[in-house]
C-alpha cells in the first residue's frame, strides 16, 4: 500500500487503491532487498514490484508511526 515504484504511485494519485492489484498473491513477501548507497534500501516484492527506494528516513517513520500505535497513541 506504501509501494514507491511508480506504477504503485501513479495509482495512488489517482485515488486508487494501490493494493492489492489484479492477480496480487494473497501474501505479500519480500524476496530480496538490497542496499542502495546510503540513500536506503531497495525491495523486490514476490509480486514483482521491485523498483523504488525505501529511504531510511521513510523506513524510520513507519515504524515509529507502527510503535506509536503499540502504544495506543494514534
Ligand atoms: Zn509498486
Avoid at 519480500?30 to 521491485?50: A, C, K, P, Q, Y
Amino acid at each position: 500500500m506504501n509501494c514507491l515504484c511508480a506504477e504503485c504511485r501513479g495509482r495512488r494519485d489517482q485515488g486508487m487503491e494501490a493494493w492489492p492489484g489484479a492477480g496480487a498473491p494473497a501474501v505479500l513477501r519480500i524476496e530480496s532487498v538490497r542496499e542502495v548507497g546510503n540513500w536506503g534500501l531497495n525491495f523486490t516484492w514476490n509480486d514483482t514490484h521491485s523498483t523504488g527506494i525505501y529511504t531510511w528516513e521513510i523506513l524510520r517513520e513507519w515504524d515509529e508511526g507502527r510503535s506509536a500505535e503499540a502504544a495506543g497513541h494514534e
